[in-house]
């Protein structure tokens, strides 16, 4: 290790300066006393940088950590000094011909890992054989190969991103797999899977994105159980279409597989967030069976061919209108060249009337400007009332019941292909992977309100 | 406590886990309402756990045992108490600083070093008691000492951390929790190894207790405190008795243990005596009987009796019930015959070890959950078909045999238990955690976790302990129990009012009291520490008195002491009117004057009891006069007032 800090890492200033002085750095085993003649004998730990710098992190040998300010240290005996070195055994992933091949791509966070118990670190688990140590039901369902694209938050997944993942699936669908696995963040698994939907069209396997709500570090984890779903979905299910594999109820019972372009994340914690809004789910997925809710899919075809189209405009936004919105936010939009605006508009699609000319000006300026909903649920009905007619007057295309995050990327993707008003308005209003539907089943409409005493006997007698 | 055992020369050495619920308005990592239990739920989640395995690609052995058990978990939720932070599907709030601050006030009683900074640890338990499969815990203090029997008792460390689930019920392979408990906040106070004798176990839990209530901060009741009894013998192993609800349990619960692992070291030298040396060397074959046990005379071996077991107690496949068709196994022990008869705790032998284990990890749980050559029913049939078993398995005449009888994966589980638990036989005494029972004996309830299981928690920032802070909390405490015995001793009150009024909380009552009104602390200490226990025993809802009003009621005893003669009256006056004041009460009754012409009626009292022909003696008289007076004139007129004025009147009758 370099004597440039690193050895003394996350610790600033005065603990910084003191552990210097005290002649010992982290992972140093050591026995510490303070003013109260109190022994603190365990490992000293790297801090975290947004921590304070008055205290020295000590792992003690009972396992509890507990921080020691600097100014009460009396003595420090150095009894050894070990890195923790974070590595995770890998056990040979088993081959068995007769079992499908799933790819599993990787985007970051961590669907599967293990623990540092002494620090408490968490060690992605990535590769087959790592997968294999910590989800060993996996060898029961595949022949499993993994590739880690990129290592990033879902946050932080944009265009580039986006491309690179349609073409690895375009080359590994071209290599002969049976099912791709796209392990991502829970943030903007919706976002991606949107996107792909797009990109990657007439796919003859399986696209499932999985991800988890409770860390797989955790006993408690959703992350094993959603990964053996999206796995068994890639290798045996019957629907080759972008889909994200979440846990259905929050009990450790299936997953529902949802269309790419139609879900939510939901809750910003529950493990049932993810829910298929507008419509019902294509299918529950368990350790052993598929329930088909939906006949209305494509089915799987290894003869199909797949047709890629990476590319992305990141000169879009979404606007979410607000009562009282200025029109300058959409004009300041113009200026800073954007090409595309998704208004979220209220009820059918409605916006203020201080805001027309500021659109009118926008759109004929070039900017391509849509309506969804904010209500999620629901169309854009603008010819409804006056409001929404002056709208469409203006030149605001309606996207009827297409989610307003499936919107934003879809525009992003047909703004990469053409900026003709026209072309762009025909290109956003017809359905690729069902972003629009024609018809909105009175069940794709369900949030039950507790209390009542009808929904209180159903979740009395159902796991939730 | 039998049979006799010399524990100095056993090497007995005990250390305690007290831990103690906190009396906060909220638990300690959502905005939940603080113990308010409930019976009834409103909704049921149900989970698994699933082990996390170490750098080393290792399951710790406490979480690998659990995992075998494949246990189904189900959670009952109350809206009441209960948010999504206790479904596992929130992330804890910012820690209750409320309970971080009574934490300190124990620590500083306790002796302890309060720790700079406060780091919340996971710590992990697979049983489903908690839903993360971790509890949240975190060492508030470390390095305290006690006065105790005339030596120091140590202090390891004192934590703060989140309670656990209640069991609703543990059947083949479903645990069902209750979760109103999960997320209270409470202590954790870790004394050193310095414990050795069983009555030492008591009186420094009887203690421990008395300093967490001396704080006044602590919740009393039934669950509220609970104690882990750790208990080791020379060569022997810590074993945890986990839980254990009362001091008065601990003694044989100890003693129990001391003999146990004592009797398991025996085993230990005959086994390495018969050349058993390595675990390895066990050897544990199996073949399945079913068919023997067709039309057995012992019901629960036959298919038949096993459905009845699976019907009766509405077991749902997938849920409690365990995979596989019905199956009997029988296991030959290789060259063990003898040691399944081989003595443990008091009235126990090495075969209950074998069904500990089989119930716990195997999910076997029908009784008597397993059968063994050297205590087979001896009614003629059963005889015989051990007879088959033994011949079915090879059976030399120095192995011993254990059937086992479930469905198939668990009676392979089972087997296999019965092969480990031989294993550490040959080792010596197992670190185990174990569940007490009243009657002084333990079973097990799972493999002790090591340090292994500890990891910080992610979501949750450290907390600054400032100095600042430490300062006030010291200035506010409460005194220590010993200085306040020895307060109350020299004023006269006995050892055993003190340690009741410590114990139940009354002690910091008597303290305000006497300092406010300037009462007698004798009195005070006998007023709440007997009268009130009297009145509460007699169902008077003492608990709803406001402070406001006993003070009211100490002030007017100080100015008017008659009114201390009728206590009982009183209090129940006031129980009754709780939000009436005590001034306005008395006033209602009468009390705290003296009728007018109260005297006048002793004369003709005294005039009757002279006709009437009862007792003559002076006494008797005097007694008669009393009772028919005081009922009237208590809390009105002085007791020794009145009784001067029938001795005035008897002496003039004479």
């Given amino acids: 290790m370099s004597a440039t800090g690193d050895e003394l890492k996350g610790y600033r200033g005065r603990a910084r300066a003191r552990l210097a002085e005290l002649g010992v750095r982290v992972w140093s085993r050591v026995k510490l006393t303070n003013d109260a003649g109190s022994v603190f004998e365990g490992v000293i730990l790297p801090r975290s940088e947004t921590f304070d710098d008055l205290h020295i992190v000590i792992k003690m040998v009972n396992g509890y950590n507990v921080g020691v300010h600097v100014d009460r240290v009396t003595e420090v005996e150095e009894l050894g000094w070990k890195e923790a070195v974070y590595k995770i055994p890998e056990k040979e992933f088993p081959v068995r011909p007769n079992l499908p091949k799933v790819t599993l791509l990787g985007t970051g966070g961590t669907i599967a890992s293990r623990l540092d118990y002494r620090t408490g670190a968490v060690i992605p688990a990535f590769t087959p054989g790592e997968l294999y140590g910590a989800v060993p039901e996996l060898a029961d369902i595949c022949n499993l190969t993994t590739r880690k694209l990129f290592g990033v938050f879902s946050e932080n997944m944009a265009r580039d991103n986006y491309i690179a993942l349609a073409l690895a699936i375009g080359e590994e669908i071209a290599a002969g797999v049976d099912g791709i696995v796209i392990g991502h963040g829970t943030d903007t698994m919706g976002h991606t899977a949107a996107v792909l939907s797009f990109m990657v069209q007439d796919s003859p396997v399986p696209i499932v994105l999985v991800g988890s709500q409770r860390s797989s570090d955790r006993p408690s984890s959703d992350a094993a159980l959603n990964l053996i779903h999206a796995v068994r979905t890639a290798a045996y299910g019957d629907i080759a279409e972008v889909m994200i594999a979440m846990f259905g109820p929050t009990s450790d019972r299936y997953g529902l597989l949802h269309r790419g372009t139609r879900c939510r994340k939901m809750h910003s914690s529950y493990r049932s967030t993810f829910r298929t809004v507008g419509d019902i789910p294509l299918a529950t997925v368990s350790r052993d069976s598929f329930t088909y809710l939906s006949k209305d899919y494509r089915r799987r075809d290894k003869s199909r061919q797949v047709r890629v189209d990476p590319v992305y405009d990141e000169r879009t936004t979404i606007l979410y209108y607000y009562p009282g919105m200025h029109p300058d936010l959409v004009d300041a939009l113009v200026e800073k060249g954007y090409h595309g605006i998704v208004i979220a508009g209220t009820g059918l699609g409605h916006v203020n009337k201080p805001l027309y000319p500021a659109l009118k000006r926008a759109i004929e300026q070039g900017v391509h400007v849509v309506m969804a909903v904010q209500t999620l649920w629901g169309y854009a009905q603008m010819y409804v009332y006056d409001t929404g007619r002056d709208l469409l007057d203006i030149g605001i295309v309606p996207l009827d019941n297409m989610l307003p995050e499936t919107a934003l990327m879809k525009l992003s993707w047909v703004l990469a292909h053409t900026r003709d008003h026209a072309e762009v308005a025909r290109m956003m209003t017809t359905p690729i992977a069902h972003e629009i539907t024609p018809r909105e089943p009175h069940n794709g409409y369900l949030i039950m309100q507790g209390g009542l005493p009808e929904i209180e006997e159903w979740i009395k007698t159902h796991w939730k | ?654």
């Avoid at chain 2, 000492?145 to 479903?174: K, M, N, W, Y």
Wanted: hydrophobic share 40%; proline share 6%.
């Fill in chain 2, 1 to 654: 406590m039998e049979p006799r055992l010399d524990y100095a020369e056993a090497g007995l050495i005990v250390g305690l886990e007290v831990h103690q619920q906190l009396l906060t308005a909220h638990k300690m990592f959502c905005r939940c309402p603080a113990r308010r239990y409930t019976t009834t739920h409103d909704g049921e989640v149900l989970r698994h756990m699933r082990p996390t395995l170490s750098e080393l690609g290792e399951y710790d052995g406490t979480a690998l045992m659990e995992f075998k058990t494949k246990k189904n978990i189900i959670y009952l939720l109350n809206e009441s108490n209960v948010c999504t932070y206790e479904m596992d599907d929130t992330p804890p709030f910012l820690v209750n600083q409320e309970a971080v601050d009574i934490a300190i006030e124990q620590c500083l009683m306790l002796g302890c070093d309060i720790v700079d900074e406060v780091h919340i640890a996971r710590k992990q338990y697979l049983d489903g008691s908690i839903p993360t499969g971790f509890q949240r815990t975190a060492i508030v203090g470390v390095n305290g000492r006690l006065p105790f029997a005339g030596r120091t008792l140590s202090i390891i460390q004192v934590s703060v951390e989140e309670d656990s689930c209640r069991e609703v019920s543990d059947e083949g392979h479903l645990i069902v929790w209750r979760t109103d408990r999960l997320g209270m906040p409470l202590i954790e106070t870790v004394t050193g190894p310095d414990l050795h004798t069983p009555d030492e176990v008591a009186a420094a839990i009887l203690l421990i207790g008395r300093v967490c209530r001396s704080t006044g901060h602590v919740r009393v009741g039934i669950g509220a405190s609970r104690q882990d009894v750790n208990v080791s013998v020379r060569g022997g192993h810590r074993v945890e008795i986990k839980g254990v609800p009362k001091a008065g349990w601990a003694p044989g619960l100890v003693h129990g243990e001391a003999w146990r692992q004592l009797n398991l070291l025996k085993l230990r030298a005959e086994l390495h005596r018969r050349g058993f040396t390595e675990p390895g060397s066990i050897a544990v074959s199996h073949t399945d009987v079913t068919d023997l046990f067709v039309a057995s005379e012992q019901p629960f071996v036959r298919r038949e009796g096993w459905e009845r077991f699976v019907a009766e107690g509405k077991r749902r496949p997938g849920l409690e019930l365990g995979n596989g068709p019905f199956r009997v196994w029988a296991a030959r022990l290789h060259r063990l015959a003898g040691t399944l008869s081989w003595p443990t705790q008091p009235d126990h032998f090495f075969a209950s070890e074998l069904a500990g284990r089989i119930r716990v990890i195997a999910g076997l749980d029908q009784r008597p959950i397993l059968l063994h050559s050297e205590k087979w029913p001896d009614h003629r049939g059963a005889l015989a078909e051990l007879r088959k078993v033994r011949q079915r398995l090879g059976c030399e005449a120095d192995d011993a045999v254990v059937v086992v009888w479930g469905p198939e994966d668990d009676v392979n589980t089972a087997v296999n238990e019965v092969q480990l638990r031989y294993e550490d036989a040959v080792r010596g005494v197992p670190a185990e955690t174990r569940q007490p029972f009243p009657d002084g004996s333990t079973d097990f309830e799972r493999i002790l976790p090591g340090p292994d299981r500890m990891y910080p928690d992610t979501d949750s920032p450290p907390t600054r302990v400032t100095r600042d802070r430490v300062e006030r909390l010291l200035a506010g405490l409460a005194e220590p129990p010993w200085v306040r015995e020895a307060r109350y001793a020299a004023a006269g009150v006995p050892g055993a009012v003190s340690h009741y009024l410590i114990r139940r909380g009354g002690a910091n009552l008597v303290d305000r009291l006497v300092a406010e009104t300037g009462a007698d602390l004798r009195f005070t200490c006998f007023f709440v520490g007997e009268k009130l226990k009297y009145l509460r025993r007699c169902s008077v809802a003492v608990e709803t008195i406001s402070y406001e009003h006993w003070r009211e009621l100490f002030q007017l005893f100080t100015t008017n002491p008659v009114l201390a003669e009728a206590w009982a009256q009183i209090v129940r006056l006031m129980a009754a009117s709780p939000l009436a004041s005590v001034a306005s009460l008395l006033a209602e009754e009468g009390l705290g004057a003296a009728p007018p012409a109260w005297t006048e009626r002793i004369e003709p009292l005294v005039e009757a009891l002279g006709a009437g022909g009862y007792s003559t003696e002076h006494g008797a008289k005097v007694r008669l006069a009393m009772g028919g007076l005081m009922a009237e004139l208590r809390g009105r007129v002085p007791a020794g007032e009145v009784r001067a004025a029938i001795e005035a009147a008897l002496g003039g009758a004479r």
